[in-house]
């Protein structure tokens, strides 16, 4: 919390959340993302240890993609 508390700026508090749950996760990747209102689409805000390619692939994706992110975008 004191890491949120000292942001400034949407930026700094979505780079806070992925570098605290990649952290808290021990996990090497790791990503925020919002849905985009009126669509079925999400758009990743921040993430952390993707190759380039990867990052340009997914910088915005359908919320029919597999995995967890897309199943609690659609779910809640």
């Not at 996760?25 to 689409?41: F, K, Q, S």
């Not at 340009?56 to 995995?67: I, V």
Request: aromatic share 6%.
């Amino acid at each position: 919390t004191a890491a949120l508390a000292a942001t400034r700026s949407a930026a700094e508090v979505a780079e806070v959340v992925v570098a605290q749950a990649v952290a808290a996760t021990r996990a090497t990747t790791g990503m925020l993302a919002l849905r985009v209102a009126g669509t079925d689409e999400a758009v990743i805000v921040r993430e952390t240890g993707f190759s380039d390619d990867v990052r340009m692939a997914y910088r915005r994706f359908p919320l029919t993609s597999p995995g967890p992110a897309c199943w609690v975008m659609r779910h809640g």
